[in-house]
């Protein structure tokens, strides 16, 4: 089949090169000419396990095309995705301009029948919304083209996504046409060779399932940071207690890690925008809202930690940083909680010596060159004479490290685990001191 895909950033270009490997004929347009030149010439704008190979395969077989050109990208296919941003606005809504710039341009160029897939995230109401665009602008040029508005959510995990993108746990398809779900079926085949993944509903339970269900994934994370936190207070440690509720089948082992907070460009985000959609209908939506207060207010645990341990004076201390993106397998630092404790720390007077296995460069772009940040090469060097070290994500290259080595090179022997990543007795029994987050004695730091 022929796909047309709307914005190459890290949605629409995994989902492309995914169709594309999956054998259909796909375009990717994008009003970014650097990125489109870029992607052309085998420079992948983001850090995604396997997306490079993909990108370059489909690409020069002839199966994936990158353009500029608006007008060829909507004459090349029947089915047009819109995988564009929708960046917050002040108030947390989803700012829906792209999208809706997009649906535009499809409707002033289109000649032929088109399926819009809306693949964004997007706030209930959204496919009316491009479906009014379109029938408005097909009005002005007194055209009447046969269209269809369909919600496709995503549900990529950065780190996993072009995996997550070839075998979905589901693929949900909002719309009330049964030619559109014949069509949505064919294109997705290749996924339901083994088991039907395809679950078909109305447009508007399509877009409130993704909310839906990111906004239960971060619950279940700012429930246990909540946990984590009686924890400390009671003397409890969150890693049984977490082993303990996750043997109940009802509730699971997935999702369910207390740590130094939820980050990245969905969970906070998605959260923020259904608050502000139940505003907008003047419902309080009050879990919601705790569910994001819980996250901000987890993001600033490490630096108490940290503050107390030195009494309150960080001036002239420097902390070594082990962790910089807002996940692993990611250089994505969007949200991350490595951003709020430097910030903190530098605002106290403090150093920082980081070291990220992929997030140092993105690090550097967003706050240039200071004084008051190093990014070093190694994990190692980023202890040489520091006075502590602090874990902010879990990178596997981080989970089996030498104590002893640590103890040797710190000036004063702590770690503050934000991802729990160690057993706090075996790290004590190498002279360290250990705080992690919702371990009992982690309370008196
Ligand atoms: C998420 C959803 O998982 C995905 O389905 C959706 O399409 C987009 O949003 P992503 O943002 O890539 O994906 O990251 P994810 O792996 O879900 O992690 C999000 C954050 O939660 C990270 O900061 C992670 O460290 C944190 N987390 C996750 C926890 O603190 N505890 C956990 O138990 C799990």
Redesign the pocket.
């Known amino acids: 089949m022929k796909v047309t895909v709307f914005g190459v950033g890290y949605v629409g270009l995994v989902q492309a090169a995914v169709l594309a490997d999956f054998g259909h004929d796909v375009v990717c347009v994008d009003v970014d000419s650097d990125k489109i030149n870029d992607l052309k010439n085998g420079i992948i704008p983001i850090y995604e396990p396997g997306l490079t190979s993909i990108v370059e395969r489909n690409y020069g077989e002839g199966r994936l095309g990158f353009t500029t050109d608006a007008v060829e990208g909507v004459r090349h296919a029947e089915i047009q995705f819109i995988a564009v941003g929708t960046p917050p606005d002040e108030d947390g809504a989803a700012d829906l301009k792209y999208v809706l710039a997009v649906a535009s341009t499809i409707a002033t160029h289109m000649t032929s029948k088109k399926i819009i897939v809306d693949k964004s995230t997007v706030p209930v109401g959204t496919a009316d919304k491009v479906l009014s665009q379109v029938s408005e602008v097909l009005a002005t040029r007194g055209e009447a083209i046969e269209h269809y508005v369909v919600s496709n959510p ?6 996993a996504a072009v995996n997550d993108c070839m075998r979905p746990d589901r693929i949900i398809i909002g719309t009330a046409s049964e030619y559109v779900k014949a069509q949505m079926r064919e294109l997705y085949a290749p996924c339901n060779r083994n088991h039907d993944r395809m679950i078909f509903m109305d447009v508007r339970s399509a877009e409130l399932t993704k909310y839906a ?2 906004c239960m ?1 971060a619950t279940k ?1 700012s429930f ?1 940071n909540e946990i984590s936190r009686l924890a400390e207070y009671l003397g409890a440690d969150i890693e049984n207690v977490r082993r303990g509720i996750g043997s109940d089948e009802r509730i699971g082992y997935h ?3 207390a ?1 130094c ?7 906070p985000k998605d959260v923020q925008a259904l608050v502000h959609t139940a505003n907008s209908i003047n419902y309080d939506a009050q879990l919601l809202k705790s569910v994001e207060a819980v996250n901000y207010r987890q993001k600033e645990v490490l630096f108490d930690r940290i503050s107390r341990y030195f009494a309150g004076d960080l001036s002239g201390k420097t902390i070594a940083l082990w962790g910089l993106s ?2 692993p397998k990611t250089d994505d630092m969007r949200e991350a909680t490595s951003r709020v404790l430097m910030e903190s720390l530098w605002e106290q007077g403090a150093k920082v010596r980081a070291y990220d296995p992929e997030a140092m460069e993105e690090t550097q772009r967003i706050y240039g060159c200071r004084e008051d940040l190093e990014l070093v090469g190694t994990k190692e060097s980023a202890l040489q004479g520091a006075d502590a070290l602090v874990i902010c994500t879990e990178w596997k290259a981080f989970w089996a490290p030498d104590f002893d080595q640590i103890k040797g090179a710190l000036r004063q022997p702590v770690i503050f685990d934000g991802r729990n990543l160690y057993d706090p007795q075996q790290v004590e029994r190498h002279g360290l001191a250990y705080y992690g987050i919702g371990r009992g004695r982690s309370v008196s730091a």
């Not at 995503?154 to 780190?159: D, I, Q, R, T």
């Not at 907070?261 to 969970?267: E, K, P, Q, V």
Request: aromatic share 24%; net charge neutral; hydrophobic share 40%.
């Open positions: 995503e549900f990529l995990k950065e780190g269900a990111n994934l994370i246990m999702f369910i890690y740590g907070g939820y980050g990245g460009s969905c969970f807002f996940k």
